[in-house]
Structures are given as structure tokens and as C-alpha cells.
T-cell receptor
Framework: NAGVTQTPKFQVLKTGQSMTLQCAQD?????MYWYRQDPGMGLRLIYY???????DKGEVPNGYNVSRLNKREFSLRLESAAPSQTSVYFC????????????FGEGSWLTVV | QKEVEQDPGPLSVPEGAIVSLNCTYS??????FMWYRQYSRKGPELLMY????GNKEDGRFTAQVDKSSKYISLFIRDSQPSDSATYLC???????????FGPGTRLSALP
């Protein structure tokens, strides 16, 4: 009953360091997403992948890169972390097409000092 | 104007109260409407899903959609302390992968 699994759950980075957030889903979904959630800003889409091999920018892609490794896995990379990237990151997945619902992981809390 | 507006709260109610949570939106292309519940330090979990206008009931929860007014509501009857969470509205259209979320309303149901 795993659903969407994210790692790590908590991470502290120094400014300029890089790291990768990992995400895997076991629901056979085609589409996967990365969001960040900040107080007063709600959920903002960073990148999404409609299918294996494709990725597209969302609302706030700057400073991030993604890789859709296979149908199950979608990773988010911060190449040179900045304090403005301190946030909670959520991976999500859905079936492709209208009328489907989106399912979220438990979140990754990232602090950049 | 934001695409989806939601009163951020916080909203405090006594146990047993009826709670009304609301969202307004501007894009008439939205067809599918969802409510998510998010507990502190957790990811959003799907609570209710409705298509187009009308009501849907599930236990103590009722989701209502009024497309003519671009207004959706979530009613919680007999609120419990376990209902204390942030509630996010979300919506999507027939054009693919675009889910749009409200900023969330933080609810505290006090015993």
C-alpha cells in the first residue's frame, strides 16, 4: 500500500551544495509531478512528466532539474542550492488524461542554510 | 486575480459544529473538482472528488459545486478534533495535466 514514496524526508544543505530528491510510485501512473509548498503560496508546480521520457516546466522551474528515470521514478535535482529553495517538496502522480485525480507523497522538508 | 481563491483561515470551530470551506475560481474550463486534507507534516490526501455541478456526500463530508457561480464548497458535519487539518481545493479541466490548487484553509476543531 505504498503509493508515492519520497526520500529523504528531511535534509539540511549548505548554500551551493547539490542534492537529489527521489520519488517512486507503484500505482502504474503515467504522469508524475514535483511541487513545492510554502506558507501563503500554496502548492506550486516545479516540473511534471506526462510520460516516461518527457518532462515539462511548471510554474517555478528555475534552479531545478528533473529526470524521469522510468515509469515509476521521477527525481528532482537542486544543482546549487539557495536559501530561497528552503521549502517542503511533494512528489505526486496521476493517470494521464482528464478526470483523473492526483496522489501525493509524504513530503521532503529541505532547509538551505 | 489568482486562478483559485480560498480563505486561508485559520478557522476555529467547536467540536460538533458544521464547517463550510469554500473556493472560488475564474477559469470556466474547470470540470473536475477535488478536496484534499493535509495534516501537519504530511502530504495532501484526496478527500472528495466531483465532476461538474452538483453535490456529493460521503459520510460527514459533502462537496458542492456551482459552476454558474464558479464556487465550490466542502461541508463537514459534526466536526471532530481529528478534522483539524489544512483543506485544499483543487480543480482541473479537459486539457491534460494541469491541476490548480487553492492555497488551503487551516481548520481547528476544538474539543
Amino acid at each position: 500500500n505504498a503509493g508515492v514514496t519520497q526520500t529523504p524526508k528531511f535534509q539540511v544543505l549548505k548554500t551551493g551544495q547539490s542534492m537529489t530528491l527521489q520519488c517512486a510510485q507503484d500505482m502504474n501512473h503515467n504522469s508524475m509531478y514535483w511541487y513545492r509548498q510554502d506558507p501563503g503560496m500554496g502548492l506550486r508546480l516545479i516540473y511534471y512528466s506526462a510520460s516516461e521520457g518527457t518532462t515539462d516546466k511548471g510554474e517555478v522551474p528555475n534552479g531545478y532539474n528533473v529526470s524521469r528515470l522510468n515509469k515509476r521514478e521521477f527525481s528532482l535535482r537542486l544543482e546549487s542550492a539557495a536559501p530561497s529553495q528552503t521549502s517542503v517538496y511533494f512528489c505526486a502522480s496521476s493517470l494521464t488524461g482528464p478526470g483523473n485525480t492526483i496522489y501525493f507523497g509524504e513530503g521532503s522538508w529541505l532547509t538551505v542554510v | 486575480q489568482k486562478e483559485v481563491e480560498q480563505d486561508p483561515g485559520p478557522l476555529s470551530v467547536p467540536e460538533g459544529a458544521i464547517v463550510s470551506l469554500n473556493c472560488t475560481y475564474s477559469n470556466s474550463a474547470f470540470q473536475y473538482f477535488m478536496w484534499y486534507r493535509q495534516y501537519s507534516r504530511k502530504g495532501p490526501e484526496l478527500l472528495m472528488y466531483t465532476y461538474s455541478s452538483g453535490n456529493k456526500e460521503d459520510g460527514r463530508f459533502t462537496a458542492q459545486v456551482d459552476k454558474s457561480s464558479k464556487y465550490i464548497s466542502l461541508f463537514i458535519r459534526d466536526s471532530q478534533p481529528s478534522d483539524s487539518a489544512t483543506y485544499l481545493c483543487a480543480m482541473s479541466g479537459n486539457y491534460g495535466q494541469n491541476f490548480v490548487f487553492g492555497p488551503g484553509t487551516r481548520l481547528s476543531a476544538l474539543p
